[in-house]
């Protein structure tokens, strides 16, 4: 089972994309500067944060519509990844996933998106077998420029899609703010070809603030809060759409610095988050019975981290404590009869603990290990009495109450010869269920239309990781190549129950959340980068993907051959790129988990941008085609092979000053 598996890794190494450096923080976006080296989205500071994520290096996106795609990371989806907001835990208040954590920040307020690849997550994460996303927002920060301020404003053809964003921030040697407010309007957009994908509009509007006092010359208190509502969102993919998305996320925290001392600072950060979120599908036609669906998720929590340095070590301690609750229930209006009600989420409360290391020490000029490491304790229970009693039905020696523990260690070794970079790494971790995945009741998935019952009986799932990677950089030429491959335990996925009748209408049948023996996941890419001329360079990706379940059968989702290629040429203050990329005909799809064959596609992008700078003023315009020859195509990815844009056409000017 195992030979293929090693035999592809061989015949086909993974890249980092963006770096040189070739650890385990594999990619960092930053959003608001143009720090060399660094990557954003090409639409510049409008483009949104699922535009920002597409940019990084072993990221994928599973799209439902326009709006809130979902990040993959390792082809590996949510449950298994961890995503936060500047350390901050967000949990998503949707049974069907369509409010991803990402989904609740806006361009404006965002500075760099951290990726870790694998187990060595940052402090905070917690059950980030496929990696960690950190959302870090951007600070006006202490000494800077005493004033700026920044508009923005674009428009994309296609859907009619209206960004409009305004922010401003002042700075002091002991104070600092910065505020501002961004909105988003889109129409249905038209595919490959014209016609017109009902169901794809969205709107939304998201205002932030970012406060700091220096209360002495080493101590700082900070604040952020974030308020963002999206509305009339259209989800083409699913059998129902939202009619509201609120979220209200606020944090304040401390942190001192140490002078001459081998700790070097001390920060302390407690927080909180409520999300809202109300599907329905008034507005869809032929509804045989509508329905209302909305869920909440409220957390609040606090993380302490310590950093402390000597000559050959750089050490991070972190205790980290969250409580949230996360409920959701439907009600279902036949026609002359009377409203049925059920509780799909069962106000579920987790209260999770846990403590982390991490240790970067300099062995030679020439080596380096990195060690890190987490132990977690987990308690849950089930508050609302209906969900718990309708599970017991299933399930009739269930508890209402839940312990379990989970961990993660991973080490690396880095060696750097000269003009190359050779990284060997490896990893153990595990993960509680998910609340879906242990107490989910009847929820309905329309990607393989079966209804889903979660198993409270499901044990922690755990991964073995190795990686490894290498890289040769010298003045004009970058290549660059890395793999890594999850050998699961327990690995868990929803099997069909022949015993159990479907509740939603037209549904397959019913599917409750198993443990496998095992499975296993391995990724790998490539990467060239070549300065042909000062003014002129090209870039090429290849990546590939392969997931098997204990029986040796394709796992869905998993990303096929997919490739990018692209030129890019400089002539004064313009900047001028040209792509083409697609992906090959899936050979490893899963028709046992009704996964759908994705025909190869080819599309080309273009992509300019100009910068005028007059003093403090700047002004950017940005033009681009995405899809230049409107090609019909579904990517892997795009739930339902639901179609991608056609041709689009976009503009965007940044006036900052």
């Known amino acids: 089972m195992l030979t293929p598996i090693f035999l592809s890794i061989i015949n086909c190494l993974s890249v980092n994309s963006d770096t040189i450096l ?39 996106l599973i799209r439902r519509g326009s709006y809130a795609w979902e990040p993959v990371v390792n082809n590996m989806q949510t449950e298994r990844l961890s995503v936060t907001i500047d350390g901050m835990k967000i949990f998503y208040a949707c049974t069907d996933k369509m409010d991803p954590v990402t989904s609740y920040v806006e361009s404006g307020n965002l500075q ?33 420029e005493p004033w700026r301020s920044n508009i923005s404003v674009g428009h994309e053809l296609n859907g009619h899609l209206q960004v409009y964003g305004a922010d401003v921030a002042i700075s002091r040697s002991n104070v600092y703010a910065n505020t501002g407010v961004f909105f988003r309007h889109a129409n249905n957009y038209k595919t490959g070809g014209g016609d017109e994908l009902e169901f794809s509009q969205f709107q939304k509007v998201n205002t932030f603030c970012n406060l700091g006092f220096r209360s002495s010359e080493n101590s700082v208190v900070e604040g952020s809060f974030i308020y963002d509502c999206a509305t009339n969102v259209g989800y083409p993919a699913l059998a129902m759409d939202v009619a509201k998305a609120e979220a209200i996320i606020a944090a304040i925290s401390y942190k001192h610095t140490y002078n001459n001392s081998f700790i070097t600072s001390w920060e302390t950060k407690v927080y909180a988050n409520r999300l809202i979120h109300n599907m329905d599908d008034t507005h869809r036609h032929n509804v045989v019975m509508h329905m209302d669906m909305p869920g909440s998720s409220k957390t609040a929590g606090i993380y302490s981290l310590l950093n402390a340095m000597s000559a050959r070590h750089t050490l991070r301690f972190n205790f980290d404590m969250y409580y949230n609750r996360l409920f959701a229930d439907m009600t279902m209006y036949p026609d002359e009869a009377t409203p049925m009600y059920m509780v799909t989420w069962p106000d579920v409360g987790s209260l999770c603990g846990g403590l982390s290391f991490a240790d970067d020490i300099i062995i030679t000029d020439k080596l380096n290990l990195g060690m890190s490491g987490k132990i977690a304790i987990q308690h849950q229970r089930l508050n609302n009495d209906e969900g718990y009693n309708a599970q017991k039905v299933f399930f009739p020696h269930m508890l209402n109450s839940y312990k379990q523990l989970t961990g993660r260690m991973a080490a690396h070794v880095t060696w750097s010869p000269n003009l190359w970079q050779i990284s060997l790494g490896s990893g153990w971790g595990s993960r509680a269920p998910s ?101 002129l360079s090209w870039n090429a990706k290849l990546s590939y993907g392969i997931g098997r379940d204990d029986e040796g059968d394709p796992l869905p989702l998993i990303a096929p051959l997919e490739y ?28 046992k988990y009704a996964e759908v064959q994705t025909p190869a596609y080819f599309i080309v992008n273009m992509n300019s941008e100009y910068t005028k700078r007059l003093g403090r003023h700047s002004i950017t315009l940005t033009i681009g085609i995405e899809n230049l020859l409107d090609r019909n195509y579904s990517t892997y990815s795009d739930w339902n092979n639901i179609p991608q844009k056609g041709r689009n056409l976009y503009a965007n000017v940044n006036w900052t000053w």
């Open 22 to 60: 070739l650890s385990h923080n594999l990619d960092e976006v930053v959003i608001s500067s143009s720090t060399p080296g660094k990557k954003r989205s090409l639409k510049g500071s409008v483009a949104s944060i699922d535009e920002h994520l597409r940019e990084l290096s072993h990221v994928e």
């Open 564 to 591: 990018q290629s692209s030129i890019a040429l400089t002539i004064g203050k313009t900047r001028t790129l040209f792509t083409a990329l697609g992906a090959a005909k899936q050979t490893n799809y899963a028709p």
């Open 435 to 535: 609340v879906t995945e242990a107490y989910g009741y009847y929820l309905n998935n329309t990607f393989d239309r079966f209804d889903y019952i979660g198993n409270p009986h499901l044990h922690n799932e755990s991964a073995i990781e190795a990686n490894a990677a290498i890289a040769f950089r010298n003045n004009r030429l970058t290549i660059s190549a890395d793999a890594n491959i999850f050998l699961f335990s327990n690995y868990i996925i929803g099997r069909e129950e022949s015993r159990l009748s479907a509740m939603t209408i037209g549904a397959t049948g019913v599917k409750v959340y198993r443990n496998l023996a095992n499975a296993q996941i391995i990724n790998s890419s490539l990467n060239a980068e070549w300065r042909i001329l000062r003014s």
């Open 112 to 144: 760099t998106i951290n990726l870790n690849s694998g187990l060595a997550g940052n402090p905070q994460s917690t059950g980030n077998i496929g990696g960690s996303l950190d959302l870090r927002l951007r600070r006006a920060g202490f000494d800077a």
